[in-house]
C-alpha cells in the first residue's frame, strides 16, 4: 500500500531477455493432417518438418545438456495445431510409467509439457502435457507469480498462476517404442486465444522430465530457479497461420438425483431431476463469453475435510470448473489470506452447503491493449439458509513490459430476495500493480476499498511485496494492512484489523560430490501479525534446511519459534479452553520423502514443541501407491497430541484416495474421509466418461456416516446422517465442426 505510487509511477524500462538469444522454430502449414496415432517417423504428414531439439538441464546437471535426445515438430492444418514429440530413450524399458488419469501430477513419471504464449507477451501461456500412460494434462498460466515457483497446482479461487482445473478440448496419443516413446497432440484453434491476424509468433517452451534419472530438460534454456511458466525466456514459434475466429460450443445437462436425510424426522428419500445448460462463444479470436443456466458441479469431487487448532478462518479452495477457467485474471490480493475476490462466495454458503445457481454470464480476453472480464451470476434463496443473491465483478488489466502490469477490479453483492432491504449490498474497489525488474526482481501491490451500510470506521486495505530471485538465492519481504471495517463480502479474509511482515531468505547450494548430496537448501521465513492498535497477535520464525539427494530422497531439518497473542480466550477442542494471554514457543520441525519416481512414495512431517502453554506432537505420514499405469492410491494422516493447562485431547484426520483409470478418459475414483472432532466419516465415489472439454456421463455416490468411539468398537460404518446418488450427463456441441 504504501508502494502502490511508486509501483504505477516507475517506469517500466527494464528488458526481456533479447530475442536474438532464445531459440527460433517454424510451425509448417501443411496439405493433410498427420494420423493421431503416436507414430511420427513414418507419418508423411510430418516429413520435412524441421524439429526443435537441444534441450538443457536445469536438474540434476545445470546447464549442461539433456542425456536423451528430444524432436519435437509442430505442424497446422486447417483449425488444429499439431505437436508431434519424439523422445528418445537409449534403456526403454526403464521409463518410468504412472498414472494416466486427465491433470495427473507429472513430476512422478518420464513426461512431456509445453506451454504456448500466444500474445508473446511474457505473461500468460497455455500448458498441456503428457506422459508415457498418455495422461491429458492441460493448464492456464496468468503470470501473476512472475513464472518464478515450481508450476504447482494453483490453489486459491481466484488466484493467478498455474491453473490446472482449467479443462480444454483437445487430443493427444503416445507410443512406447523400441527407441524410447512418442506424444502426438491435436489442438484445435477454439481451445486457444490469440490476437487478430493471419500468421502470427509465439512464444513456446518445451519441457522434458527424464524420471529415473531426476532429469529436467527444457528446448529454451532456464536457470535453475524457473519453471517452465517462465515465459519471458520462451523460445519463438513462427508461422502460426491461424484460421478465422469461428467457435460456439454449447453444452447441455441432464441429471438424476436421489437424497436421504436421516437426521430428520421419518426421513424419506428425495428423488429429483434437473437439467441446465452452458454456452461458449469467441466474440474474437481473443475475447471470449461464457453463459451458464441452472448451473451445476455435481461431479467435482468435495472438499478436504481440515481440523482447526487456532482462532482464525480455514481456507477451502476453489474446485468448480466454471469459476477457474480463467480464474488468474480476477487475482488481487494474497491468496488464502486476503483475496478481494473469492468465487466460493458465489453458491456455497458459509458453512460449505451448496446454495442453487439460477445463472449468469463471464467475458474474459483482451480488446486492444487491455485484458478484460466481467462475472455476473445470481443464486436463488433457500429457506432457512441464505437469500437470493446477484453478484458482479469488473476487472481491468493492463500489461506492460518485463512482467509488469496495473489493473482494477470493482465487486458487488446485492441481495435481491423477497426479504432483501434496499441497503442489502457490499462492494469492493481495487487497484493492484506488478513491476518487474531486470530478470530477477518482482515489487508487487494492491489498496482496496469496501462499502458496506451499516459499517462505520476504517475499511481500507492493502499490500505491497517484493522478490529477488537467481540461481542461488531467493529474497522476499512484503507488508499488508487490513482495517477492522474492511469487509470483501465477494472475498476472503483469514483474520481482520491487522497489520503483516514478512520476509524470507532462501537459498540453493549444489555441492560437488559430497555425500550424495543434489542440493542444499537452507532459509529463513518469517511472518508477524500485530492489531493495528499495536499488540502481536502471531509471531513465526522458521529456520531450516532441505537435503535433497541424487537418488531423490529428501530430508528437511527445521526449528520454528512461535508467539501467539490470544485476546479472547476460545475453545480449541471440546471441553478444552485456551484462556487469553500470551504464548512463547519453539518445536522441532522434521521432513522425511522418498523418491518420487518410486511406485510406494512416503512423505512423513513431524512436529514437535510448545503450543498455547502446553506441549503438541504433530505427525502427517503419507503414502502413496501407484500399480502400473491404472491404479494409483493415497493414505495421510493428520494426528495432533496436544497437551495444555486446560486439558489434554488428541485429533485425528484420516484421508483415503483409491483411484482406477481404465483407459486416460474413463476412471472410478474414491474419496474417504474421517474427522475425529466431527466424529464423521464420508465418502465420494466418483465414476467418470469422459468426452471434450471434461463432459461425458458422470456417476456420483455421496454418503456420510457417524462414528463416534461407541460405534467404532461395535458396529461399522455407523449410524448413517446423509446419502445421495447422482447421474449426471453433459454433451459438448461444437456449432462449427
Known sequence: MICLSVLVLAPVNAQNKGDSDRPAMQAAVRDSAPLLDGIIESDPAWQSVIPATGFTQTTPDDGESATQITEVRVAVFGNMLYVGAVLYDTEPSK?????????????????FRFILDTFSDGQNGFVFGTNAAGAEYDAQYVGSSGGGGFGGRMSGGSGGGLNVNWDASWDVVTAVTENGWNAEFAIPFSTLRYPAGSEQTWGVNFQRTIRRNNETAFWAPLERQFSLTRVTHAGTLKGVRVPAARNLKVLPYVLTSADHDYRVDNPETDVAADFGVDVKYSITPSLTLDATYNTDFAQVEVDEEQINLDRFSLFVPEKRPFFLENAGLFSVGESGEAEVFFSRRIGISADGASVPILGGARLTGSVGNWKVGALEMQTEEVDGLTQANNFGV??????????????????????????????????????????????????????????????????VAGQASGTWSTESWTLSAGYTEVAESFNPEVGFL????????????????????????????????????????????????????????????????GRNWTLEGVTEAFDIATGVEVPAGNYSHAEMSWVFQTPEKSPVRLVFNVNHGGFFGGDRVAMVPRINVRVGDKVTAEVAIGHNRVELPGGDFITNLFRTRVSYSFTPRLYLQALGQYNDQSELWSMNVRFGWLQQANTGLFVVYNSINRLDSLTMQDEFPGEPELKGLVIKYAYLFDVFE
Not at 100 to 108: G, H, I, T, V, W
Not at 426 to 438: E, F, H, L
Not at 495 to 520: A, M, V
Open 95 to 111: 521409463l518410468v510409467v504412472s498414472d494416466r488419469r486427465r491433470d495427473a501430477s507429472l513430476e512422478n513419471s518420464d513426461s
Open 394 to 459: 469488473m476487472r481491468l488489466l493492463r500489461e506492460l513490459k518485463n512482467r509488469s502490469a496495473i489493473g482494477f477490479l470493482f465487486t458487488n453483492r446485492i441481495g435481491t430476495g423477497s426479504l432483501a432491504p434496499e441497503t442489502d449490498y457490499n462492494r469492493v474497489g481495487a487497484i493492484d500493480a506488478r513491476w518487474g525488474i531486470g530478470e530477477y526482481g518482482t515489487v508487487s501491490g494492491f489498496v482496496a476499498k469496501s462499502w458496506t451500510p451499516g459499517m462505520d470506521g476504517n475499511a
Open 494 to 557: 483469514r483474520r481482520t484489523d491487522y497489520r503483516k511482515l514478512s520476509g524470507s531468505i532462501f537459498s540453493r547450494i549444489r555441492p560437488e560430490q559430497l555425500l550424495g548430496l543434489h542440493e542444499l537448501r537452507p532459509h529463513v521465513n518469517y511472518r508477524g501479525y500485530w492489531k493495528r492498535d499495536g499488540f502481536q497477535e502471531t509471531g513465526y520464525l522458521h529456520v531450516d534446511n532441505h537435503w535433497e539427494f541424487s537418488s531423490g530422497y529428501e530430508i528437511h531439518t
